[in-house]
């Protein structure tokens, strides 16, 4: 199969989801610096986007409003990120219900529920691309990472069922999977910045947010031939 | 990324155009053959023919798993001393991962390529700290994608931007084993 869509038409619509700082600012900006239109839907107000809804992603009718007002502003959306997520450390025992809950209902459902509500405008037109944020932890796990390493996980498996499942639609689904970044998720005294953590990474460094948005960025340009992938910018942290 | 240079080798002469191409459009010199300067390595590697293990001819079968593999590995240790001096130096390999291991009587390829995982993971930590980042393109041998996705994704993997994907597989197809 050769890929000969154009990636990401100039003035195409993108969604990014948490746009409002880290991961998603990052990523608004580098589709934004690629011509693309950009709809930030955050809890607070993206900043740098060409339409900023604020929006709990894991509010469904909230999420279906808010992808009305920007089909109806911007256009139909060619392009989705799912950014927006929370971490916190904690272990096993001191992860209650609540936690457990928060957790997955923000990353997983969040994800999820945009990706429901995107879908099938994408299908309906035969062309769009998603590309998630999971996590190396996902994949990898690590001390006092249960309940986050659970949600990314999971968003792992949900990025290569969707993928099966619009497989003959021309909608592709891949994922990032970022290893420990420097973003505001990651506080000043986190384990993740700490100089014997550093030390592991073959690069030596924590993972950048442009790096981060380049594989986005290429993801939702390499076209139909590629879907229900992982990409993981993490340092070198899983290998 | 102007002003940098690639060399480029393998056997699908219809691969190699693509790559030329499009790393040329992103400003690299693609090259052929060794020089004094090199920043980026891909070499697209190859698969031996299908055939029985048991009861097979063994000369045949080491043969053919060496005739891949030998100039994979030589093409790597001689770029390896020029990427060092260009400090942030690529090698891409091209090849079919784990995927000729889900496929009968493919024991020949898939040693070839699970040996070239193994080369891209551990190269990956060796080389991480000379600022060199090792990674290998996956493409699957029965069904490949189109050469200008395969090129994106070496393109991609060739990029600044792309400095902390360290020994990853990264693979262009629908679907698949995913096996990290």
Same mark, same amino acid.
């Given at each position: 199969?050769? &890929?000969?869509?154009?990636?990401?038409?100039?003035?195409?619509?993108?969604?990014?989801?948490?746009?409002?700082?880290?991961?998603?600012?990052? %990523?608004?900006?580098?589709?934004?610096?690629?011509?693309?239109?950009? +709809?930030? =839907?955050?809890?607070?107000?993206?900043?740098?986007?060409?339409?900023?809804?604020?929006?709990?992603?894991?509010?469904? +009718?909230?999420?279906?409003?808010?992808?009305?007002?920007?089909?109806?502003?911007?256009?139909?959306?060619?392009?989705?990120?799912?950014?927006?997520?929370?971490?916190?450390?904690?272990?096993?025992?001191?992860?209650?219900?609540?936690?457990?809950?928060?957790?997955?209902?923000?990353?997983? &459902?969040?994800?999820?529920?945009?990706?429901?509500?995107?879908?099938?405008?994408?299908? +309906?037109? @035969?062309?769009?691309?998603?590309?998630?944020?999971?996590?190396?932890?996902? %994949?990898?796990?690590?001390?006092?990472?249960?309940?986050?390493?659970?949600?990314?996980?999971?968003?792992?498996?949900?990025?290569?069922?969707?993928?099966?499942?619009?497989?003959?639609?021309?909608?592709?689904?891949?994922?990032?999977?970022?290893?420990?970044?420097?973003?505001?998720?990651?506080?000043? @005294?986190?384990?993740?910045? $700490?100089?014997?953590?550093?030390?592991?990474?073959?690069?030596?460094?924590?993972?950048?947010?442009?790096?981060?948005? $380049?594989?986005?960025?290429?993801? =939702?340009? %390499?076209?139909?031939?590629?879907?229900?992938?992982?990409?993981?910018?993490? $340092?070198?942290?899983?290998? | 990324?102007?002003?940098?240079? *690639?060399?480029?080798?393998?056997?699908?002469?219809?691969?190699?155009?693509?790559? !030329?191409?499009?790393?040329?459009?992103?400003?690299?010199?693609?090259?052929?053959?060794?020089?004094?300067?090199?920043?980026?390595?891909?070499?697209?590697?190859?698969?031996?023919?299908?055939?029985? #293990?048991?009861?097979?001819?063994?000369?045949?079968? #080491?043969?053919?798993?060496?005739?891949?593999?030998?100039?994979? #590995?030589?093409?790597?240790?001689?770029?390896?001393? *020029?990427?060092?001096?260009?400090?942030?130096?690529?090698?891409?390999?091209?090849?079919?991962?784990?995927?000729?291991?889900?496929?009968?009587?493919? !024991?020949?390829?898939?040693?070839?390529?699970?040996?070239?995982?193994?080369? !891209?993971?551990?190269?990956?930590?060796?080389?991480?700290?000379?600022?060199?980042?090792?990674?290998?393109?996956?493409?699957?041998?029965?069904?490949?994608?189109?050469? *200008?996705?395969?090129?994106?994704?070496?393109?991609?993997?060739?990029?600044?931007?792309?400095?902390?994907?360290?020994?990853?597989?990264?693979?262009?197809?629908?679907?698949?084993?995913?096996?990290?």
């Amino acid at each position: 199969m050769t &890929s000969t869509d154009p990636p990401g038409p100039p003035g195409s619509v993108a969604v990014v989801t948490g746009a409002a700082s880290g991961l998603g600012a990052a %990523v608004a900006a580098a589709l934004r610096a690629g011509g693309r239109r950009v +709809a930030g =839907l955050d809890l607070r107000p993206s900043p740098a986007v060409d339409l900023a809804v604020e929006v709990d992603v894991t509010d469904g +009718a909230a999420v279906a409003a808010a992808l009305a007002r920007v089909e109806g502003e911007l256009g139909p959306v060619e392009a989705l990120v799912t950014a927006a997520g929370i971490y916190e450390m904690a272990p096993v025992t001191a992860i209650d219900d609540a936690r457990w809950d928060r957790m997955l209902r923000v990353n997983l &459902s969040g994800t999820a529920t945009v990706c429901a509500a995107v879908l099938p405008g994408m299908v +309906a037109r @035969g062309r769009g691309a998603v590309v998630t944020v999971s996590s190396d932890l996902g %994949v990898g796990g690590s001390e006092g990472d249960a309940h986050y390493a659970a949600s990314k996980g999971a968003i792992v498996g949900l990025t290569r069922a969707l993928a099966t499942e619009v497989a003959s639609t021309g909608v592709v689904v891949n994922s990032v999977a970022p290893g420990a970044a420097d973003t505001p998720m990651l506080d000043a @005294g986190s384990p993740w910045r $700490a100089e014997n953590f550093l030390a592991t990474l073959p690069v030596r460094r924590l993972v950048r947010p442009d790096e981060i948005a $380049a594989a986005v960025v290429f993801l =939702l340009e %390499v076209g139909p031939a590629m879907s229900g992938q992982v990409v993981s910018p993490n $340092a070198g942290a899983t290998i | 990324m102007a002003g940098r240079s *690639a060399l480029v080798t393998g056997a699908d002469t219809v691969l190699l155009r693509s790559l !030329t191409e499009r790393l040329g459009a992103d400003g690299i010199t693609v090259t052929s053959r060794p020089g004094e300067e090199l920043d980026v390595l891909v070499h697209a590697v190859g698969s031996p023919a299908p055939g029985p #293990f048991v009861g097979g001819d063994a000369a045949d079968w #080491f043969a053919g798993v060496m005739a891949e593999l030998t100039p994979a #590995f030589l093409a790597v240790r001689d770029a390896v001393p *020029a990427l060092r001096r260009a400090g942030a130096g690529r090698v891409v390999l091209i090849g079919a991962g784990w995927l000729p291991a889900d496929r009968p009587g493919s !024991t020949a390829a898939a040693a070839v390529h699970g040996a070239l995982v193994a080369l !891209t993971k551990t190269l990956a930590r060796d080389l991480g700290p000379d600022g060199i980042t090792v990674n290998q393109v996956v493409v699957d041998p029965d069904s490949p994608a189109g050469p *200008a996705a395969v090129a994106a994704a070496v393109s991609y993997l060739c990029r600044p931007e792309a400095g902390a994907v360290v020994g990853q597989l990264v693979t262009v197809a629908r679907g698949g084993p995913l096996r990290p």
